[in-house]
């Protein structure tokens, strides 16, 4: 018996001994007279038995039969056991027309060993304050990347890519690459301003692509970094969050998509960033959509498309800039190779010049000046000394050093000379100097 149930049958008992009247019983009980009188009856025929309810002990009417339960078991051993309840209901309605509720697999689950319920954390004593979902699609986009094994050892560890609008939770877009570097998420924002347009803002972390973070670019607010400069161009505002909870929103997506596409890439046989990128564009997206995004408090969508002229700048907006100085020669240097300017340029080309060298995201490398593309060829590699011709060069610097040395008189002052001279002031008694005072 429950200690409801033994607190029940005192009540009752002194009722029948006529201690206490029936309704002084209900108001104990918190129950109306009519279920007094049900209990008392219950208890004088069948005495404490009474009170326990008719089904204690017997198979629920909804109980799943147990031909079923076997084969749901056998699915999950086979297919699914390293899913969690929910995603595992999902998979066994969609691949296998099974239709039961989240919560009684998770039940089948636990029984077969395949779940372990959680318990329940306790929470730092830290406050945070909630903030409020951005109102409009296209007014906030938060960006992250997140390392990963996404292919479960068939395939290299890599970066997946992804921006989340704020206001409707809607995954935009997702691309797998190689690293967080600045080509990639350049290429990535590529293909996002090209499909969605630019949005508002975009609330990132302060990884080094995004934001540099030595004192002195700290202190000096004009200098920035290339995805910053890229933005500026754009009018996007980039926004830089202090800690990972501040942009939950991606970091619980990532935690979300660690669990739900690294299962539906290995159902799918996917061992290679090019065909996952197909899966992710074509079928888990509008799935996931559909399934997790919210409505937004406004209908107004906030992304601006891109002018005709942002369309013809993108790819060079969208590159690795770096500055070099013409030499006298109308050559200059980059990443170890030598680029020499021909004669004919669409622009005249001064010595001394700042031209800008555009790493593009498809590889290709240009050379801006004052807005015009310059035209080049690369110049063969100087040669290299070997070990030998430098130990031998470096040999004879120094021989030839010490020779210079030992031909070089030494000079040494005459003894009439000012330094030999005693400074007779420096060296005066003591009496002297008190007697010339006085």
């Known amino acids: 018996m429950s200690k409801r149930e033994i607190d029940r049958y005192g009540i009752i008992k002194c009722l029948l001994q006529k201690e206490i009247n029936g309704t002084e019983a209900a108001e104990f009980l918190k129950i109306s007279i009519r279920q007094v009188k049900r209990l008392k009856a219950a208890v004088k025929q069948r005495g404490v038995a009474g009170l326990i309810h008719g089904n204690r002990g017997k198979p629920g009417n909804r109980k799943i039969p ?33 239709h039961r509720d989240p919560k009684t697999i998770r039940k089948i689950m636990t029984d077969e060993g395949l779940w372990k319920p959680k ?73 996002y301003l090209t499909l969605h347009g630019k949005p508002r803002s ?60 690294v299962k539906e890439l290995r159902l799918a046989g996917i061992s290679d960033m090019a065909a996952a990128n197909r899966l992710v564009a074509e079928t888990f997206l509008p799935a996931f959509n559909e399934k997790f995004q919210v409505e937004a408090k406004s209908k107004i969508n906030l992304h601006r498309k891109l002018t005709a002229a942002e369309k013809k700048q993108l790819p060079s907006i969208l590159s690795k800039h770096t500055e070099r100085t013409i030499q006298n020669d109308f050559t200059f240097s980059f990443n170890n190779q030598w680029y020499q300017l021909t004669r004919c340029q669409p622009v005249t080309i001064c010595r001394k010049d700042r031209v800008i060298v555009e790493e593009h995201t498809d590889g290709e490398t240009k050379i801006q000046l004052r807005g015009k593309y310059l035209n080049f060829i690369l110049l063969p590699q100087r040669p290299k000394r070997s070990l030998a011709d430098s130990w031998v060069l470096t040999t004879a610097k120094l021989e030839k050093s010490q020779q210079q040395k030992q031909s070089k008189p030494q000079w040494k002052p005459s003894k009439d000379h000012p330094w030999r001279k005693q400074n007779l002031f420096a060296h005066k008694p003591l009496e002297l100097t008190l007697s010339s005072k006085v």
């Open 66 to 98: 147990e031909k079923e339960r076997a084969t749901i078991a056998a699915l999950l051993h086979q297919h699914y056991v390293d899913f969690k309840p929910t995603f595992a209901a999902e998979k066994l309605e969609e691949n296998h027309n099974i």
């Open 119 to 191: 318990q329940k954390r306790r929470q730092k004593q830290q406050h945070r304050q909630w903030r409020e979902r951005k109102s409009h699609y296209g007014e906030m986009q938060q960006f992250d990347g997140s390392y990963h094994d996404w292919f479960e050892g068939r395939a290299p560890e890599c970066c997946l890519l992804a921006s989340i609008d704020d206001a409707t939770g809607m995954i935009t877009k997702i691309k797998f690459a190689e690293n967080e570097g600045v080509l990639p998420v350049f290429d990535f924002w590529q293909e």
């Open 202 to 261: 975009i609330y990132l972390d302060k990884f080094s692509t995004y934001k540099m973070n030595q004192r002195v670019a700290i202190e000096n607010h004009e200098t920035l970094t290339q995805f910053q400069r890229a933005m500026r161009a754009f009018g996007v505002d980039v926004i830089t969050a202090h800690s990972p909870q501040a942009k939950g929103r991606v970091e619980r997506l990532f935690h979300t998509l660690q669990d739900r596409l």
